[in-house]
């Protein structure tokens, strides 16, 4: 049974930092790109960051690039996402994905229950 679970969510002031982590069980964690998606209430899921499986390539969002950076462990079969410099609009609901990348489209193949940032102004 494949699981990915995130934490180090919370609350914090506009300009703070978190990092989150999503450890995950029941895969080859190593074979697939791990990707970070966000959503906040009322709004679509947004992409946030992807990492190739052996960590070489990271890609960002427009909203999010110079300020959060994605890494990964694979001898911990964890994904990470550094935030830095929070804006009060970065409040959502953070899920990692497992899945893969094609040069156009990310799929993901499995998603983890998501984790709650509230950036306070």
């Known amino acids: 049974q494949v699981q990915l679970v995130e934490s180090g969510g919370g609350l914090v002031q506009a300009g703070g930092s978190l990092r989150l982590s999503c450890t995950s069980s029941?895969?080859?964690?190593?074979?697939?790109?791990m990707g970070w998606f966000r959503q906040a209430p009322g709004k679509e899921r947004e992409f946030v960051a992807r990492i190739s499986p052996s960590g070489a390539m990271e890609y960002y969002g427009n909203s999010v690039k110079g300020r959060f950076t994605i890494s990964r462990d694979n001898a911990k079969n964890t994904v990470y996402l550094q935030m830095n410099a929070l804006k009060p609009e970065d409040t959502a609901v953070y899920s990692c994905?497992?899945?893969?990348?094609?040069?156009?489209?990310?799929?993901?193949?499995?998603w983890g229950q998501g984790t709650q940032v509230t950036v306070s102004s």
């Open positions: 994905a497992a899945g893969s990348y094609n040069g156009l489209v990310y799929r993901a193949n499995y």
């Open positions: 029941g895969l080859s964690f190593s074979s697939y790109t």
